[in-house]
């Protein structure tokens, strides 16, 4: 791996095509604003991580809406009758789109 400016660039990684960093669909969950409704799209974390949302009913293709942004607090989502806090590290590794954004 090259450095480049002092850092390592991800570019030069054979471990991490480019395809792999540059092209991440969506937003983070945490960007998403209070009564937006959003499709998940992507789990940017962990084996546990995604075993965990799994078990609490969310996966890629979930319907959510955000009821309340944490800051600095949990996030508030609700997905179907079930609402759900979510901390603000994992709501950035959560990617969602606006559910008026999707093409259909």
Request: proline residues 7%.
């Amino acid at each position: 791996m090259k450095q480049r400016g002092g850092a390592y660039d991800p570019f030069d990684c054979k471990h991490y095509p480019e395809a792999d960093v540059v092209m991440r669909p969506g937003m983070p969950l945490a960007m998403a604003c209070t009564g937006e409704k959003a499709r998940i799209v992507m789990l940017a974390g962990g084996r546990g991580m995604h075993q965990r949302l799994t078990s609490m009913g969310l996966g890629v293709g979930s319907e959510i809406e955000i009821i309340r942004r944490g800051s600095p607090g949990p996030f508030l989502i609700a997905t179907g009758n079930t609402r759900l806090a979510i901390g603000a590290a994992m709501a950035h590794k959560i990617m969602v789109i606006p559910m008026e954004r999707e093409i259909e």
